[in-house]
């Protein structure tokens, strides 16, 4: 008779959610290998459900990046918490998994071993302390609150071990996803798009803030492209449906000849066959550019060979507090650059991220040859550094190989 294990995962929003499902599927199938038989309680979203884990809160759609832009999401984060900890106080788990999801994860690690002391906790895909260096509170909360760190980049395994904790890099998720992608031609022929079509994805939001600060700049900057080149047509996959409205009112105020796309396969399994039929990823494959907002979506267009324009913007109050009053600076942003902390990929970021500078240096990818393939020989330099095929089947067996005997 199997084992039974009951592990309790935490994380939050759409990336969350997707890096979370992938490692539930690696764990699943490295337990039954052991005889273990997995419980998964989780706070996360519907990819997560899919893959096998029962939830206790959704926390797919109360994430957000900045000061102001947090605050409406402090209390249903608050609330979501409170109910997560009750439950583990009544029913305490073998093994925490704690997957992205800065702040409430951070406040989790203080809460543990306190609460919780003889249960383990692992942290997967952690803060970027390493790379915004300026607080070690959060990194102090980790290193005290878990018994491994498995750190996703190669610089982020250097510095986690630097302060004192026990880090295993095994390398990036995507790397495992992406091996399921379709390719340009099988993309263009599922979305009826022929191959001397020029296409660009446009991938503005997967947070509600940022259809108010990223999806008007993207929008006017794809009118812009469209205008020096008309015969240019526009792919938009949604990566929640409740954006459909705000994004095909932008398709109509600035004139864009754009497709919208839903993902119905976002609320399955997102590898296999399932991601080879994701309008999303289809979308991606079949792309001569793609213009998004910073984060986890960079990775897979350069995994795909795609060449991108990269932006995020902020309340502007947020930025001033941030710059002026906190000093906060970051070389990168995007995962991409990140890697090997390098500019792969062009990022504008606030005050740069204009119309102007994103269909300018887009329409240098579109039409200068040479400036495209500086880009994808950056992404074979990057592809070597995110490590081997294998990256959640190896997270899952530190994680496994935690659990108390």
């Known amino acids: 008779m199997a084992k039974s294990v009951r592990l309790f995962i935490s994380t939050g929003e759409v990336s969350g959610d997707l890096q979370a499902s992938l490692l539930i599927d690696a764990l699943q199938r490295q337990a039954a290998q052991r005889g273990l038989e997995l419980e998964i309680l989780a706070l996360g979203g519907d990819r997560m459900v899919a893959a096998g884990a029962k939830l206790l809160g959704y926390t797919t759609g109360i994430g957000s990046v900045g000061l102001l832009e947090s605050v409406p999401f402090i209390l249903p984060t608050l609330k979501v918490q409170r109910q997560a900890k009750q439950y ?10 704690l997957v992205d999801y800065m ?37 102090k909360c980790i290193i005290n609150g878990t018994k491994r760190v498995l750190a996703i980049f190669p610089e982020e395994a250097r510095y986690f071990q630097e302060q004192g904790a026990q880090v295993t890099w095994v390398g990036h998720p995507l790397v495992d996803r992406m091996q399921y992608a379709p390719d340009r031609a099988t993309a263009r022929a599922a979305l009826g798009i022929p191959d001397d079509q020029l296409t660009v994805v446009l991938m503005p939001a997967s947070r509600q803030q940022e259809i108010r600060y990223l999806l008007p700049v993207i929008a006017q900057a794809a009118q812009q492209i469209q205008a020096q ?18 994004i095909e009112q932008a398709v109509k105020d ?49 995994l795909l060979d795609v ?28 995962p991409v650059n990140l890697v090997e ?65």
């Open 341 to 405: 902390m390098k500019p792969v990929v062009p990022e504008f970021l606030q005050s740069t991220a204009t119309p102007d500078n994103i269909a300018q240096t887009s329409l240098q990818l579109l039409l200068d040859p040479a400036k495209r393939a500086a880009m994808l020989a950056g992404y074979a330099s990057m592809r070597q550094a995110v490590g081997a095929p294998g990256v959640c089947d190896r997270a899952a067996q530190e994680i496994l190989a935690l659990l108390p005997s």
């Open 88 to 97: 583990l106080q009544q029913n305490p788990p073998d093994l925490v998994v």
């Open 307 to 334: 060449p991108q324009v990269v932006l995020y913007k902020v309340n502007p109050i947020t930025a001033w507090v941030l710059g002026k009053l906190l000093r906060f600076s970051i070389p990168y942003m995007s």
């Open 103 to 139: 702040g409430p994860n951070v406040a989790l690690c203080g809460y543990l071993p306190k609460h919780l002391p003889r249960v383990p906790a692992v942290y997967y895909i952690a803060p970027q302390e390493w790379v915004w260096r300026a607080s070690s509170y959060n990194t």
């Open 229 to 246: 080149i008309p015969q240019v047509r526009f792919w938009i996959p949604l990566a929640r449906e409740t954006y459909r409205g705000a």
């Open 254 to 302: 600035y004139g864009l000849q754009a497709t919208v796309l839903s993902d119905p396969t976002a609320r399955q399994l997102p590898i296999g066959k399932a991601l080879q039929k994701s309008p999303t990823m289809q979308a991606i494959a079949a792309a001569d550019l793609a213009i998004t907002k910073s984060g986890t979506a960079n990775l897979e267009v350069a």
